[in-house]
């Protein structure tokens, strides 16, 4: 399969998809769109692209068109897209579905895949852009039911060609897992950061921080404009994630006010056997 491709955004996951579609000879040619002139220049650095164009142009050469920006800048785009023609596919690539979902203006829902490759790193910028980003990771389509099969087949034919494994899901589960699986984890990076630097100077987190603080805390580098826009699309669900977490900050708090260690390790037993399924 050969399609003259379009990516709107071309930083970390839409620079990775661009790098992604060249390996496997999928595009006759890739298109980018980028606002501004400093990131037009990084991406002809990174040679990311075959050539930079305007959203007309790419509307009226591509065949598929992958919108790699963050969530509420997705929304805010697609009035853009109401007279793509009746073939072109237009694709999303962002971390929450139900919001986006709605938002698609009812004449294109058919031309309209809301995807979410569940794959990524806490860098951004098209610098952040790898090879084989998406090799062998999980990508959920949602509400497939409301798509056209010319631009479903299209979406799993590129997925596949990839590498990539497809599992289809409702847009409203598919928030509540993303949320308790990626979500709250960047919630609670962020807060420990936070607190770990109102509380130690940065000499000593230099010297002594160790592997896993640094685990613990990668994430919290993630790019704030990305995540306060899927906070914000997400929050019924974060917020009844972050109270389930707390809950647990409790009970530990509780355990270890109260000296009650044998039921401190059981407990810590049972987070043990996550990693038996992990
Ligand atoms: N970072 C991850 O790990 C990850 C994983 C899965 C999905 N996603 C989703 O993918 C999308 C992109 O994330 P990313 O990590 O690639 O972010 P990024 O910041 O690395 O790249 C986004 C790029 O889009 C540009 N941009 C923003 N608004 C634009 C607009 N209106 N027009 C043109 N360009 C615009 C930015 O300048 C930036 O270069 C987001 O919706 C995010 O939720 C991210
Ligand atoms: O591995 C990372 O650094 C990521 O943050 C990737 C990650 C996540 O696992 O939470 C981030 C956002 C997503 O939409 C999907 C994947």
Do not use: G, T, V, W
């Given at each position: 399969m050969k399609l003259n491709i379009g990516i709107i955004g071309l930083g970390l996951m839409g620079g990775s998809f661009a790098k992604a579609v060249k390996k496997y000879s999928i595009a006759t040619e890739v298109y980018g769109y980028a606002r501004n002139e400093k990131t037009k220049k990084e991406i002809e650095e990174l040679n990311l692209v075959d050539q930079l164009v305007d959203i007309k142009t790419m509307k009226e050469k591509c065949d598929l068109i992958v919108l790699a920006i963050p969530v509420d800048n997705i929304i805010s785009m697609?009035?853009?897209?109401?007279?793509?023609?009746?073939k072109t596919t237009i694709m999303d690539l962002g971390s929450t579905k139900e919001f986006i979902i709605k938002s698609v203006p009812p004449k294109i829902r058919k031309n309209f895949i809301a995807a979410h490759p569940m794959t990524g790193t806490e860098k951004s910028g098209p610098k952040a852009a790898i090879d084989?980003?998406?090799?062998g990771k999980t990508v959920v389509l949602c509400?497939?039911?409301?798509?056209e099969n010319q631009h479903v087949n299209r979406a799993f034919k590129v997925f596949q060609e990839i590498g990539m494994r497809i599992v289809a899901m409702d847009a409203d589960e598919h928030d509540i897992h993303a949320c308790y699986m990626s979500h709250l984890p960047h919630a609670i990076s962020y807060s420990l950061a936070n607190t770990v630097m109102g509380h130690e100077d940065p000499k000593s987190i230099i010297a002594l921080a160790a592997g896993g603080f640094k685990d613990m805390s990668?994430?919290?580098?993630?790019s704030p404009d990305m995540w306060t826009d899927i906070f914000k699309q997400n929050r019924k669900n974060l917020l009844a994630s972050i109270d389930l977490f707390e809950n647990h900050m409790k009970k530990v708090r509780e355990m270890i006010e109260t000296e009650d260690y044998s039921s401190l390790k059981e407990w810590m037993k049972k987070a043990n056997t996550l990693h038996e399924i992990l």
């Open positions: 697609l009035p853009e897209f109401l007279d793509i023609k009746d084989n980003l998406y090799e509400n497939l039911e409301e798509n990668r994430i919290a580098k993630s």
